[in-house]
Structure formats: C-alpha cells, structure tokens
C-alpha cells in the first residue's frame, strides 16, 4: 500500500515564501505530483516530479528526493489567493491510479 | 472545451434512496476516475476506468457500482445511500502514458444523505 504525510496548515505572510513537504512510503515509485484545491473548488494540478531535483513553474517549485522518500512544494512571494488546500499525489506504477495526501491547508495572512 | 462535467451538482437524499452522479468529458482520455472528499481525509479514490471497458476497485468502493458507458462517460452510482455517504464526489480524467500524467476534475458534487 502507499501512505503520504504531509502537515495539516500552514500559515505564511503575504509577499513570504513557505514550503510544504510531503514524506511518502510506496511499494513502487512513479512520480509525485502536487495539486491545488481552493474552498468550494475542484483539484487542480500543479506540479510533477518523476527525477531527483527541482522543477520550477513560475512562483510555484517543486522537489523530488527519490532516495529520501521526500518531496516538497515550494511557493513564493505569497499572495492572498494562494489560500488553498494543497495535495501531494503518489502513483505506484504507470497503470496505477493516483493516491492523495490528505492535504494541507495553507493560509496567507497580511 | 468543457473538460469534465458532472451532475448534479448538490443532491439531497434519504437513508435508502438510490441516486446515480453522471461525469462525461469531452477531451479524448482513456482513463477516468471517481473520488470522494470527506473534512480532513483528502481524495479517496472510489472506482476507476483504465479504459473503455474496463472498471477496478479503488481504496473505498463499498456501496456504490460504476458503469463505463463509453469513453466520454463514466457514472456512480449509489444503489441504498447511508449518512456515511455523505461527501463531495469528484470525476477525474487522465490520459494514461503522457509523463505527468495529469488529472482533470470536474466540479464536484454535494451529497448529502439524511
């Protein structure tokens, strides 16, 4: 089976950067993926890491350490409309399905 | 392009009643998904379709049936609800194969079982 921790909040302040990790245990490893979910909204993805390293996607990074079970989401000069639930996703092999984290909820304060 | 639709999008129902949630997307994808999201447990997935044809068991499918009509539509369906069904259901879809393979969700339903 698979199990992902990542912390329940997070609080940061406007203009901060914060960062959100993930831990994960897996039989297999196909890739950690990251995924924005706003109050009343839908999930929507952010970021994929399938290699060792830091992809970046504008004031949004995210890092892979394969060998460390670790990853993290990287967000920066925070602005108020990046209050949201952010989920950390694992798949175990390419025909398997994404398992989520239970997600952290992350308030940006003035 | 729509994406993924879902409907209804809230749904009220007794202990008993049987409802099904239809999810169709317009975006060619092989894979599709259901999920439910419950305060503090994150996405849990319900059922999936692989591909046309195709359905499998996810981490919480008790209670409910899925049919793959086609390619564009995947339904769940609840045949007795429980209060314990009560969530928000989200349809996903995804085009197996691609390195990231992302996932497309619809908007979600509000169930709430009295």
């Known amino acids: 089976g698979q199990s992902l921790e990542q912390p329940s909040e997070v609080t940061a302040v406007e203009g901060a950067i914060v960062q959100i990790n993930c831990t994960y245990q897996t039989s297999g490893f196909y890739g950690l993926s990251w995924y924005q979910q706003h109050d009343g909204g839908a999930p929507t993805f952010l970021s994929y890491n399938a290699l060792d390293g830091l992809e970046e996607t504008g004031r949004f990074s995210s890092f892979l350490s394969r060998s460390d079970s670790y990853g993290y989401l990287l967000l920066q000069e925070l602005q108020m409309k990046d209050s949201a639930s952010y989920f950390c996703a694992v798949r175990n092999s390419g025909n398997t399905p994404l398992v989520f984290g239970k997600g952290t909820r992350l308030s940006v304060i003035a | 392009n729509a994406g993924v639709t879902q409907t209804p999008k809230f749904q009220v129902l007794k202990t008993g009643q049987s409802m099904t949630l239809q999810c169709a997307q317009d975006?060619?994808?092989?894979?599709m998904y259901w999920y439910r999201q419950d305060p503090g447990m994150g996405l849990r997935l319900i059922y999936y379709s692989a591909s046309e044809g195709t359905t499998d068991k996810g981490e919480v499918p008790n209670g409910y049936n899925v049919s793959r009509l086609n390619k564009r539509e995947f339904s769940l369906r609840l045949e007795s609800a429980a209060p314990s069904q009560t969530s928000v259901y989200f349809c996903?879809?995804?085009?197996?194969?691609?390195?990231?393979?992302?996932?497309?969700f619809g908007s979600g339903t509000q169930l709430s079982v009295l």
């Open positions: 975006m060619n994808h092989n894979s």
């Open positions: 996903a879809s995804s085009e197996p194969g691609a390195m990231d393979e992302k996932l497309f």
